[in-house]
């Protein structure tokens, strides 16, 4: 299995609390994801890193922001949470776009 | 309309049978994922192909370029079977970006 995890693996929050996710790799590759999925939904991009520092934004990254400052450690940010970023956020790497991903155990966040 | 539409949502087999799960999209692609979810939640990749067949134990994924479908095919089902599988596709020009289905809820009982 690929040397991925997550922290915390379970969170309950507060409506406009900040909260932060991290994704830990000991894979050494470059490219680093934060996706969530819900019912009803496919998994769905938040943000992406292709290096340190070097980020991108996905489908749904209103009300996200993300960090990438060494290579194996990737933070998800939600400034103010809301109930609607309840969620099970996953987080993936690959260490090359044209690669199979691995993806990490999963963080379920109840924003109440 | 989702880009990527996967078919049967959910599927009941008997161990043993022989099961099959679609995955059709609606523009070009450059490959097509498929992915297994475990009942406890974790991601599992089984395959990336961009043409042809590939085959990995039981389980074997072909993809039709020209008609824009792929199929996971699994033989001998088995109970651990049970799962989420899920087809996820890349498009041309967003080399990082995966498009993801729903997914085929799968449960084979004995």
């Known amino acids: 299995d690929a040397g991925i995890t997550q922290s915390p693996r379970h969170k309950v929050t507060e409506t406009g609390t900040p909260v932060t996710l991290r994704c830990h790799q000991t894979?050494?590759?470059?490219?680093m994801y934060w996706y969530r999925q819900d019912p009803g939904h496919g998994l769905r991009l938040i943000h992406y890193?292709?290096?340190?520092?070097?980020?991108d934004k996905g489908e749904v990254s209103d009300g996200y922001s993300v960090s990438r400052s060494k290579t194996e450690d990737f933070l998800l940010t939600l400034e103010s949470a809301t109930s609607s970023q309840t969620s099970v956020y996953f987080c993936a790497i690959s260490a090359d776009p044209g690669y199979e991903q691995y993806f990490g155990p999963g963080t379920r966040l109840t924003v109440t | 309309k989702n880009e990527v539409e996967q078919s049967p949502q959910n599927l009941t087999a008997q161990e043993g049978e022989f099961i099959t799960i679609n995955c059709s999209y609606s523009?070009?692609?450059?490959?097509l994922h498929w992915l297994q979810q475990h009942p406890g939640g974790g991601i599992v990749s089984l395959f990336m192909l961009s043409s042809g067949k590939k085959k990995h134990g039981r389980l074997i994924a072909t993809i039709n370029i020209q008609e824009k479908h792929s199929s996971l095919h699994i033989t001998a089902s088995h109970p651990r079977d049970s799962a989420v599988y899920i087809c996820a596709v890349r498009l041309p020009g967003t080399a990082s970006k995966l498009t993801f289905g729903t997914g085929t809820r799968l449960q084979v009982t004995l």
């Open positions: 894979e050494n590759h470059r490219y």
């Open positions: 523009v070009g692609i450059s490959a």
């Open positions: 890193s292709y290096g340190v520092k070097d980020t």
